[in-house]
């Protein structure tokens, strides 16, 4: 996950790192190189005493003066080891070698564009030690991943915030999820539902889909999988009727949380956005959560943000992140819909399942080694 990316920044840092060593290294030797006598240089001494205004005076041994010992030695040193300030052009230069791969590996343009405002600003107010280029770079992408990567906020723990619900008696929590086809909805909801039960807490799965052929088999397969119940009906038969059921299983059984599935749906369909609505008005669910296909590209932001003008969507899953060689739309998503992602799906075991976070994903992209 996060292959593509990472190598191309990797790359971009390291050309740029040596680009800049070879050319420090050039302004050292020119820098301690002897200057010619001024006879050599075409120039006439000026003031030169003539044979009688010649002072005796005893010769100075230039190895053994101090004074010129310390100031070379002084002079060396600030030549290699100072911090400088990277040059406008040095700077422009490395972040147009940093906003191609951005833009290659499905970063949005909005995104690109605040990470490399971020970036530049923190490049111009940086002294950068000559002896560590590249690590000192490497932390500045990182810290410019991160502000990008904030914007959406802190998602809720699922595991965290059912808990918290039940503590305060309200019960069962309700879950609804949604999104396009075949982004792995139904497994996610599995993965979920095993998380939730290695937690302590009950659940029971709504299929709720009842348009997707084999939508309700393959719901049935993952609950006797993972251990829970399913409440189901008829294909053709209402959602919000089968998730309203769903609801009063779980009362009349104690269970803590039901998990209610929904057939996918283009944002564009409107019939479907309507009986999506109705399943809110209905089962009433504490959070709502988008599930994409980090594979979707730029198209994935665009899908969000159309749900969120009919439903209040309280976060996001990425699914097929182990197959998403770019990676780099778990920074637009985040950037671009200000809502915050939650997890990512990273293969079909149902542990596959990772908690979002910030460093999960600069650690991922850019590791500080």
Known sequence: MFDGLRKKLSEAVKVFTKKEEKAIEQRQEEAIAPVPPKEEQGIEPKNVPGPQQQSIEPKKDLKEDPIIKVSLKTKLKGIISSSVYLGEDEIDNFLENIKVPLLESDVSYEATEAFLESLRTKLGQTKIDPKNIN????????????????????????????????????????????????????????????????EGISSVLSASDTFRAAAIEQTERHASKVGVPVIKSKYGADPASIAFD?????????????????AGRQETNKNLISEMQKMVRVAKPDLIIFVGESIAGNQLSEQVKEFGKFLKIDGIILTKLDADVKGGNAISIAYATGIPLLYFGTGESYEALVRYTPEFVVDAIMPNN
Not at 179 to 195: S, V
Not at 246 to 259: E, M, P, R, S, T
């Open 246 to 262: 769903a609801v009063a299983y779980a009362k009349a059984h104690n269970i803590q949380a039901v998990l209610i599935d929904s």
């Open 135 to 198: 690590r000192e770079l490497v932390d500045l992408v990182r810290k410019s991943l991160f502000d990008v990567l904030s914007k959406s906020g802190n998602g809720v723990n699922i595991t965290d915030f059912v808990k918290a619900r039940l503590g305060s008696g309200d019960a069962p929590v309700k879950i609804l999820f949604l999104g396009p086809n075949g982004t792995g909805k139904t497994t996610t909801i599995a993965k979920l539902a095993h998380k939730l039960k290695r």
